[in-house]
């Protein structure tokens, strides 16, 4: 996605019961915003699962964005019609 950190709506927040552990300013495709920041003990997708990850609250978003936090220890490669992860 290009997203430093997973980012994900207030809505999914209030459901994980996401606790804040401060803000940050991001540079955005909407320009720069300040959002709170929370820590979710795990998440997964895909069969990827990475622990004590820091997420990023935005309201301008109606999904959630896996962040380079996610998948930081796997190589991205895109092809026509198909994106593959391979653990480095």
Do not use: C, W
């Not at 430093?4 to 606790?19: E, F, Q, R, W, Y």
């Not at 552990?21 to 320009?31: F, I, K, L, R, S």
């Amino acid at each position: 996605t290009g997203a430093s950190v997973v980012t994900i709506t207030p809505k999914m927040a209030k459901a994980l019961g996401l606790k804040p552990e401060g803000t940050a300013t991001m540079d955005t495709a909407n320009g720069t915003v300040d959002v709170p920041l929370g820590r979710l003990a795990s998440a997964a997708a895909g069969g990827i699962v990475a622990n004590n990850l820091l997420v990023a609250v935005s309201p301008s978003l109606s999904i959630g964005l896996l962040g380079h936090n996610f998948y930081q220890d796997y190589d991205l490669t895109i092809k026509q019609d198909v994106i593959e992860l391979q653990l480095r």
